[in-house]
């Protein structure tokens, strides 16, 4: 921007040719609201001192006027300290504060202003408003692409207005008529000091005031240059005039040629044909396209008669299954009260059940022995600890077998509770196996997933570990069937207490225990022989179909009769039947007894629960 130079420029515009499209911006200098007055610094030191000017006048030298270089000397000659004031001396610091805002206030201002030419009420630019300042930069604008007599004019009225902070209304400042061939070019801003109101405007080359001198540099001095000779600039001259000639020419042949077609009639039979071929293929294109679209029409009514069959179809399966829907909910219902029947008698069968496990296999507390120490059937077990001072007490043989009972108890237990275990167990009275398939072991152990339950003879520590750490398989299998009935185990080490708590709980109610179902050894062993028999029967008392057809030859054939006769014999000899070898039975199935006397048996196996499947 012009504003930001730092040395005076010569102004590329003359006097004479600065018009309103060459001004770019007007700012104002020192707002004041006294009225404005056009005089000097000397002038105005003379007006404050009416006395000197006879004085001036009498004298026999008269200096001249102090220009700006002047009057900025002065300015920076050193002055004696100025006193200070003490007014605000003694005042609290909110009253001082606002006699400092007043005094700024009496020297700011908003204000914005308006151009008009030829005394026209109507601006031809309007500002913006700036506020609370004492100059003002106003924004840039060009009149460029105004009417000619507006751009084209060098005289135009400056208009301002202002308000003070704490007024309401605007005051018409100042109106001043500026001719822009009289401004004087000062180039830049710096060390200047302005009048009040103060106008700057910045045309194109530059910054232009009325209130100081013409500040211009002298011109720079440039090499001489060669310029053209006559009979160049005469070449040039017979150049133009050729070219001249050629548009004239031209425009000439166009203006013929525009005649001769306007005279010249228009053929239209071509036309005619063209229009004709283009009408027959959109015709032909029109009915390729009803064509497609009939294809598509006869496509989509026979889809929608799919649909409607497809309907039609859902509809009646729709009323058929709502029809069955309604025969279903008396099933439903049947089968809910025969589901909770079930359940019920269940829950029956597992509490009598658990009873009689608990009946059979005995757990009780050790007498004058530590907390939670408990037998199972007669046998004492430590809570999976087993050291040298427990071993003093309880010899390995004890340990052993307690832990074969737990084994077989645990077992079936998973049968009843419908839980299976996590660790399978294999129950072998005091030889038992714990196995582990879901865990991850070393490769050399992988191939030995199965626990013993006892101790290993010899005490090596392999065999000590195994046997620990199949003991704590069990006790995880204890905690499996305890977390499927809801229990929450403490310690899963107390292997004892644990199941006794769990026989407790799943032997405990307030109803009645249901009853056994009759039957008893006899209808199961009577079943199983029958069985057996049954297939055999076919190659002893059959007619001898199933032997001719056979080799008579094959030794298993042969060693299946014989097993036959052998089975046969026994039975008929256990039952007191039997005379001699050739005493021949009519019937086998009435041969078939117990092979013990019914009399004097007494049958108390409980198998109350037991289901044919």
């Known amino acids: 921007m012009s ?77 004696r300290p100025r006193r200070t004031s003490l007014n605000l001396a003694h005042m609290n610091p909110a009253t001082r504060q606002k006699q400092l805002e007043s005094a700024v206030d009496e020297v700011v201002g908003d204000v914005f202003y308006s151009l008009h030419v030829d005394e026209s009420s109507e601006p031809v630019y309007l500002s913006e408003v700036r506020e609370r300042s004492a100059n003002f930069n106003f924004q840039f604008f060009s009149l460029a692409d105004r009417d000619p007599e507006v751009s084209r004019s060098s005289i135009l009225t400056i208009r301002l207005w202002a308000k003070r902070p704490r007024h309401k209304s605007w005051v018409y400042l100042l109106e001043e008529q500026v001719d822009l061939r009289c401004l004087n ?54 150049l133009e005039s050729s070219i001249d000639d050629a548009i004239e020419t031209q425009q000439r042949i166009m203006l013929e040629i525009n005649e001769i077609l306007e005279n010249t009639p228009i053929n239209t039979s071509g036309t005619a044909k063209e229009a004709a071929l283009l009408a027959e293929k959109y015709v032909t294109a029109q009915r390729r396209a009803n064509h497609v679209a009939q294809q598509k029409r006869d496509e989509l009514r026979e889809s929608l008669k799919s649909r409607k069959a497809t309907i039609e179809q859902g509809r009646h399966l729709q009323e058929k299954a709502e029809s069955e829907m309604v025969q279903d909910q008396e099933k439903l219902k049947t089968s809910k009260e025969l589901l909770e029947k079930t359940e019920h008698q269940i829950r029956g069968q597992r509490r009598r059940i658990c009873s009689d496990l608990a009946d059979i296999f005995p757990i009780t507390p050790i007498p004058n022995a530590p907390a939670l120490s408990f037998n199972i059937c007669n046998l004492p077990l430590p809570n999976s600890i087993y050291d040298a001072a427990t071993a003093r007490q309880i010899n390995e043989d004890v340990l052993s077998a307690s832990l074969g009972l737990i084994a077989l108890l645990t077992r079936h237990l998973q049968f009843y509770l419908s839980h299976p275990l996590p660790y399978p167990i294999d129950a072998y009275g005091s030889r038992s196996y714990v196995r582990d398939d879901i865990s991850q072991l070393a490769e050399k152990n992988v191939s030995r997933r199965e626990f013993p339950l006892y101790l290993p003879r010899g005490g090596s520590t392999a065999g000590q570990w195994r046997f620990e750490y199949g003991w704590f398989l069990l006790n995880k299998d204890i905690e499996a069937l305890c977390s499927s009935q809801g229990l929450r185990v403490v310690d899963i080490r107390h292997s004892l207490p644990n199941l006794k708590y769990l026989l407790y709980v799943c032997s405990a109610g307030t109803e009645e225990v249901p ?67 050739d005493v021949a039975v009519e019937s086998l199935s009435d041969a078939i007894s117990l092979p013990f006397g019914e009399g004097d048996a007494k049958f108390t196996l409980r198998t109350k629960g037991l289901r044919e499947r």
Do not use: C
Not at 52 to 66: I, M
Not at 192 to 209: C, Q
Not at 521 to 531: Q, S, Y
């Open 3 to 79: 504003s930001l130079a730092t040395e005076s420029r010569r102004p590329r515009l003359l006097a004479h040719n600065r018009k309103l499209r060459h001004l770019r911006g007007i700012w104002l200098r020192n707002l004041s609201f006294a009225p404005t007055t056009r005089r000097s610094t000397d002038d105005a030191d003379l007006n404050r001192s009416p006395k000197k000017l006879p004085v001036v006048r009498e004298s026999s030298q008269l200096h001249p006027s102090r220009s700006s270089e002047g009057l900025r000397r002065d300015a920076l000659r050193p002055q």
């Open 515 to 581: 009853e056994r179902k009759k039957g008893g050894v006899r209808g199961l062993w009577a079943g199983r022989i029958k069985g057996r028999l049954s297939s055999m029967s076919t190659h002893v008392e059959g007619d001898g179909s199933s032997t001719a057809g056979s080799r008579r030859a094959s030794n298993d054939s042969e060693a299946m009769q014989q097993h036959a006769d052998a089975l046969r014999k026994a039975l008929l000899k256990s039952n007191g039947n039997g005379k001699a070898d």
């Open 185 to 238: 070019f000062i180039g830049t801003l710096r060390d200047r000091r302005f009048p009040p109101n103060a106008l700057v405007f910045h045309l194109e080359d530059g910054i232009y005031s009325i209130d100081f001198p013409n500040r211009i540099s002298d011109p720079k001095q440039a090499p001489s240059m060669a310029t053209s000779s006559y009979n160049a600039l005469m070449k040039l001259a017979n």
